[in-house]
């Protein structure tokens, strides 16, 4: 069974501070992986995507990826009350389009 | 504006009774997806289609039937051989290479 492994939280973090969310990944031939954001009764929308190892910055967001320790994690500079949400890590193996997802991390930006 | 709409936003469905969640798109994307979400988890995936008149069983695809009849269409069929069907559902696709997109989802109830 491919997993994705996801802390579910709560994380809780002061306004301005930096958030750190954490993905483990089992299956190797992952070849791409996603960051998702999903508020309460809403869909997940794609906030990250990084396909190399190493740091893809995308203004207060930064996804990192370590491929040789199947791990991915992404941080969120300057977190903002709406930040607070819960964060989808997916990811896809390239052989037949399968995307697999965590269950999620609740994050939750202290004002 | 492209995008992927699902329908109806709430369903309710009888005792016995099959019902059909339409998922639709306009951005001329080769794969769609069909996943279920339980209130505090994550996505998990029903079934998927990479071309035309083809899909794929995803992790629980038990009491449930699509049909890929259109590139631009992809219908969920809850049956009434899902006996737990109140969740979440959210269709999505995507072009290859490219990172998946959501719809809005439906949320189904048990009446």
């Known amino acids: 069974q491919k997993e994705v492994e996801q802390n579910s939280g709560p994380l809780s973090v002061p306004e301005g501070a930096i958030a750190s969310l954490n993905c483990t990944y089992s299956?190797?031939?992952?070849?791409?992986f996603f960051w998702y954001r999903q508020y309460s009764g809403k869909s997940p929308e794609l906030i990250m995507f990084?396909?190399?190892?190493g740091d893809k910055e995308d203004g207060r967001f930064t996804a990192q990826l370590n491929k040789a320790s199947q791990y991915v994690s992404l941080l969120i500079r300057d977190s903002q009350p709406s930040d607070s949400a819960t964060y989808l890590c997916?990811?896809?193996?390239?052989?037949?389009?399968?995307?697999?997802f965590g269950k999620g991390t609740r994050l939750h930006i202290l004002p | 504006d492209g995008g992927i709409t699902q329908s109806p936003k709430y369903l309710f469905r009888k005792e016995g009774q099959n019902v059909t969640l339409s998922c639709e798109q306009n951005?001329?994307?080769?794969?769609m997806y069909w996943y279920r979400q339980d209130p505090g988890q994550g996505l998990r995936l029903i079934y998927y289609?990479?071309?035309?008149?083809?899909?794929q069983k995803g992790d629980i695809a038990e009491g449930y039937s699509v049909s890929r009849e259109k590139k631009e269409s992809f219908p969920l069929t809850v049956t009434s051989a899902q006996k737990n069907p109140t969740a979440f559902y959210l269709c999505?696709?995507?072009?290859?290479?490219?990172?998946?997109?959501f719809g809005d989802g439906t949320r189904l109830s048990i009446l």
């Open positions: 997916a990811t896809r193996l390239n052989r037949d389009d399968k995307i697999i």
């Open positions: 299956d190797r031939g992952s070849q791409s």
């Open positions: 990084i396909y190399s190892n």
């Open positions: 951005l001329n994307h080769d794969a």
């Open positions: 289609s990479q071309i035309v008149n083809d899909f």
């Open positions: 999505a696709s995507l072009s290859l290479g490219q990172p998946q997109h």
